[in-house]
């Protein structure tokens, strides 16, 4: 019974730690998972671990990371703690968080070193914000078997956990059909929250697959469109904060058949990661960078190559720039990103092609649509109608200080406004 105790009040505890984290210090997680290294059977560099070229690699890599305003990162540690503490302080000293992905906590003889048996300092590096544990369990049974691993960690350690969960079979399907995956479409991910009582729910969605985008969805693949997603993830388990993972990798890049996973462009990459922030996600973690030797794979793509650098599009943009401006963002803007809440209101508008949500600053009590083009092909105008009542005589953008064109008639303000290809705005309305 102590036990148990003592487990629940470290949940509450990770639970305001996370959320004091980011509010006090508006840390807004942008970031990727570091796969460069020790998985070296994927990647064969002509070093090893723990040299003098391997730390110039991990230093090199973090101005990576810092030039495009990456400043959160999923590491693993490795067998030996001074190479951990190397790559941790490496982190801390340029201000960029952590979220520990420790192996099997109960294998003491895990070849990567895990927290589970005695309190290991490591652990508890001040660069360290979260753990993160397995990735897309599919059974009760191995929920059953994550749950034990949580309750092995959160004895010892008060930061939260996450696990990764398949977002593209997660609600009711759209179409009310079957998907046609391997292995059985149920979503487990309600099960699995509930089961781990997770803090922050954590999710991929790749969407960008063969011939399909954002509007025209792969229904076979994926129980209900992204942006559907997006706003099924906001509400989804106890108003827990959810955090995304979207996808900086391809399988091929022409929009066909064989590009299974598509690499996306720049403005694909743009309307992907706005949608989940227009619905309040809290988090960007994009998978990842980089892991593969392209010699082997060449036809898989990252956002940045074995070298670090950065991979052309099929349209000739450069995807990991625009990932990088959209991490400018978050960080000029984390204040209001991790609060802003959507209204209780709607408002009618045009153009299905265009999302538009209306939200709300819980602080300043102010009004703002988020609206995302998701045709990444197209331009497209846009616009919708405010009331009356709620006497709206301005729309600023506040990424761009875009001042929208608004019209006061008998129906109230309209406010049209146009969006290139993938582009989208966060309007303040006053």
């Given at each position: 019974m102590k036990y148990k105790a003592t487990k629940t009040i470290l949940s509450i505890i990770a639970l305001i730690t996370y959320t004091s984290l980011c509010t006090a210090n508006q840390h807004f997680p942008f970031g990727v998972f570091d796969k460069s290294d020790p998985y070296q059977k994927f990647d064969k560099k002509d070093y090893h671990v723990g040299s003098a070229k391997w730390m110039t690699y991990r230093q090199e890599f973090v101005k990576k990371l810092k030039k495009y305003n990456i400043n959160t990162v999923i590491n693993t540690p490795y067998k030996n703690d001074n190479h951990t503490r190397f790559v941790l302080d490496t982190f801390y000293n340029n201000n960029i968080k952590v979220?520990?992905?420790?192996?099997?906590p109960f294998n003491k003889k895990s070849s990567i070193s895990s927290p589970g048996y005695t309190v290991d300092s490591v652990y508890q590096h001040p660069s360290i914000i979260a753990y993160k544990l397995w990735d897309e369990p599919k059974t009760l049974e191995k929920l059953n078997k994550l749950k034990r691993w949580y309750g092995l960690i959160e004895k010892h350690y008060d930061k939260p956990i996450v696990t990764a969960m398949i977002g593209e079979l997660m609600g009711e399907s759209s179409t009310g059909k079957a998907l046609n995956v391997k292995g059985d479409d149920k979503d487990i991910a309600i099960a699995a929250w509930r089961t781990l009582d997770s803090k922050i729910l954590f999710a991929?969605?790749?969407?960008?697959?063969?011939?399909?985008?954002?509007?025209?969805?792969?229904?076979e693949?994926?129980?209900?469109?992204?942006?559907?997603?997006?706003?099924?993830?906001?509400?989804?388990?106890?108003?827990?904060?959810?955090?995304?993972i979207p996808q900086l990798f391809g399988k091929g890049k022409n929009k066909s058949k064989k590009s299974y996973w598509r690499f996306p462009t720049s403005n694909e990459t743009n309307a992907l990661i706005h949608t989940a922030l227009a619905n309040g996600a809290r988090g960007i973690i994009g998978w990842g960078i980089p892991t593969y030797d392209y010699t082997k794979k060449p036809s898989r793509k990252m956002f940045l190559d074995e070298n670090l650098t950065p991979e052309?599009?099929?349209?000739?943009?450069?995807?990991?720039?625009?990932?990088g401006?959209?991490?400018?963002?978050?960080?000029?803007?984390?204040?209001?990103?991790l609060r802003h809440k959507k209204a209780n209101i709607q408002f009618k508008g045009t153009n299905n092609e265009v999302l538009k949500i209306t939200r709300t600053d819980p602080k300043t009590k102010k009004l703002y649509m988020y609206t995302v083009n998701?045709?990444?092909?197209?331009?497209?105008i846009a616009s919708f109608i405010i009331p009356e009542p709620f006497n709206i005589t301005h729309a600023v953008d506040v990424y761009s200080n875009k001042q929208l064109n608004t019209t006061i008639n008998t129906k109230g303000t309209e406010i049209v406004y146009k969006l290139t290809p993938g582009e989208a705005f966060f309007v303040q309305l006053d």
């Open positions: 979220i520990f992905q420790p192996g099997n991929r969605h790749y969407p960008y697959r063969r011939q399909y985008d954002l509007v025209n969805w792969y229904k693949k994926m129980k209900m469109p992204f942006h559907e997603w997006c706003a099924y993830m906001e509400t989804a388990y106890k108003g827990r904060p959810w955090w995304y052309v599009a099929r349209d000739g943009s450069i995807p990991m720039n625009q990932y401006e959209i991490g400018r963002l978050t960080k000029d803007h984390a204040d209001l990103l998701l045709n990444t092909e197209k331009t497209n």
